[in-house]
């Protein structure tokens, strides 16, 4: 894209239509639609969202839908009106909800028939909620999504948008406490799309499979971005269902697959994979969690030409911060790599001072990698400053060739008759055991005759699908493995282990029972 100015995802989505008009942009349930088709579409979303709802630049529409082509078309009309992206994590309680919608000062929520009851009652008592557009359904005056898109033809309606004005308010599906909106400007997604496009090889012939819910920052920060800055095609799954993924993957000839690896172990165990045709996927993209090395190698023999990626970025970061590149999937599979070009990056001690290779500390990236704030809350991204520096709250060390490895959070870290345990290192020992689904680390006070010790090392365990086991066999394991204060005290199995919506463990979850 070199000597092509670009100030705006809208100015991308032009210059790639205007290029490739028929490559097929988006394709769901068999349904495909082109560069040119999509235009249409958005156009005449956008048209009816300003004439009929008054949307205007830098109104806030709220997206509250499952994975597919009216996400995609909505999202893409908000981006050429100069609107803001806001999308909404539908797995949400009501109250969150309605908090969400409230304090994002959405104006238009445009709503699938699938959302309708949690959402129109959280809509309710909004203040700057002006209308409703339904998906599949009519709200009083408001005409629905398909009415809208049926009607009128294109629109040049442009108002100018630069790089410091807001693309998407992205809320924090956080752990603890409200969520916070992150603030993403046009100029940090543009420098998001360049770097992610240089860190994974994403190129125009790629069809990228999107599982994980559109509303998670990795599809709206950068895949539907990227996807239209290459012109490549955005394959969508309605449900993270992994027959139907497969079945898309050789359907539609994906080429690459980013998710979490909670998803990549239900591939890996799924019986359904012999004489499938996946050789077409090239990359698999992974974040949130490591993946076990035994999850790493099953996962070559099933897709051989397939490169494996960790990668990490947080809601706070304008462009993910690492990659761990495909030949250090199998030799270091614990970390998340080194930090990418234009990332700065420190690991502090509680004195502020930095600390050596080796040595387990709080993250901090340089403001310049930061988003500019939290919508209407100014306070609260300088309570995470350091000075120019962003203390991510994420306990971290880097080795002396430079890849970084995640300890944990710094509010989970366990200490064990004062020896510091972190839940990280537990969890991906227990991750080796090949009878391991997945497994999760929390501290839980001492009591009784151990009172002395604190806090005690649980581990929440789910157990591959059809094998049997037992907590005497964990605890050997980690034993074999790890320092006697580290291994597991308390050992509880589930079925399933609580996450939000981005994938992540709900700790707090585990620790309350």
């Not at 409230?102 to 949690?118: F, N, T, Y």
């Not at 999107?210 to 920060?221: D, E, K, N, R, S």
């Not at 996946?278 to 076990?292: E, N, Q």
């Not at 009172?451 to 050997?476: D, I, N, S």
Request: one cysteine or more.
């Amino acid at each position: 894209m070199a000597g092509i100015a670009f100030s705006s995802l809208r100015d991308v989505w032009y210059h790639n239509l205007e290029k490739f008009p028929r490559k097929r942009a988006v394709v769901c349930e068999g349904v495909s639609r082109s560069y040119a088709e999509c235009d249409v579409l958005s156009d005449r979303l956008r048209r009816g969202l300003a004439e009929r709802c008054g949307l205007r630049k830098g109104d806030r529409v709220a997206i509250a839908a499952p994975n597919g082509l009216e996400f995609f078309t909505a999202y893409w009309a908000t981006m050429k009106s100069g609107g803001v992206v806001a999308p909404v994590n539908t797995r949400l309680g009501t109250e969150e909800l309605a908090a969400l919608l409230d304090r994002s000062e959405a104006e238009i929520l445009v709503v699938h028939a699938a959302h309708r009851g949690a959402l129109m009652k959280a809509a309710a008592g909004c203040r700057r909620m002006r209308h409703v557009v339904g998906i599949g359904f009519a709200e009083g005056t408001t005409p629905s999504y398909e009415a809208l898109t049926a009607e009128g033809g294109g629109w040049d309606h442009h108002p100018p948008i630069a790089e410091e004005d807001v693309g998407i308010l992205l809320f924090t599906s956080g752990t603890t406490g409200l969520p916070k909106g992150a603030v993403m400007r046009h100029g940090d997604l543009l420098f998001n799309n360049r770097l992610a496009i240089y860190a994974h090889g994403l190129e125009h012939s790629d069809v990228h499979l999107l599982a994980i819910p559109m509303f998670h920052p990795t599809p709206v920060y950068s895949l539907l971005p990227t996807a239209a800055l290459t012109g490549a095609t955005v394959a969508l799954a309605p449900r993270p269902d992994v027959k139907e993924i497969v079945d898309l993957i050789e359907r539609e000839r994906v080429t690459t697959f980013f998710g979490v690896p909670s998803l990549f172990r239900l591939l890996d165990a799924y019986s359904g994979l012999e004489g499938r045709d996946l050789g077409s996927l090239r990359l698999i993209a992974y974040a949130g969690s490591p993946m076990p090395p035994v999850v790493i190698g099953r996962l070559r023999q099933r897709f051989p030409r397939a490169r494996l990626h960790n990668f990490f970025g947080l809601s706070e970061t304008i462009s993910m911060t690492h990659v761990l590149p495909d030949a250090d999937a199998d030799s270091r599979p614990e970390s998340i790599g080194k930090a990418l070009p234009h990332i700065r990056q420190r690991i502090l001690g509680e004195d502020g001072l930095d600390l050596p290779p080796g040595e387990v500390g709080e993250l901090h990236f340089h403001r310049d990698n930061i988003i500019s704030g939290y919508w209407k809350e100014p306070d609260l991204l300088a309570a995470s400053l350091r000075g120019e520096w962003f203390n991510t709250g994420d306990l971290a060390l880097v080795d002396p060739e430079g890849y970084v490895y995640l300890k944990g959070r710094s509010k989970d870290m366990i200490k064990v008759a004062g020896e510091q345990v972190y839940g990280v290192e537990v969890e991906n020992c227990i991750m080796t055991h090949e009878k391991v689904m997945e497994a999760a680390v929390i501290g839980i006070a001492a009591t009784g005759i151990r009172a002395h010790l604190g806090e005690l090392v649980k581990a929440v365990v789910v157990a591959r699908p059809g094998m049997a086991l037992t907590e005497g066999e964990v605890k050997r394991h980690c034993m074999e493995r790890l320092a006697s204060y580290k291994v597991p005290q308390v050992v509880e199995f589930r079925t399933e282990l609580p996450r939000n919506a981005g994938g992540k463990v709900l700790k707090r979850l585990l620790k309350e029972g």
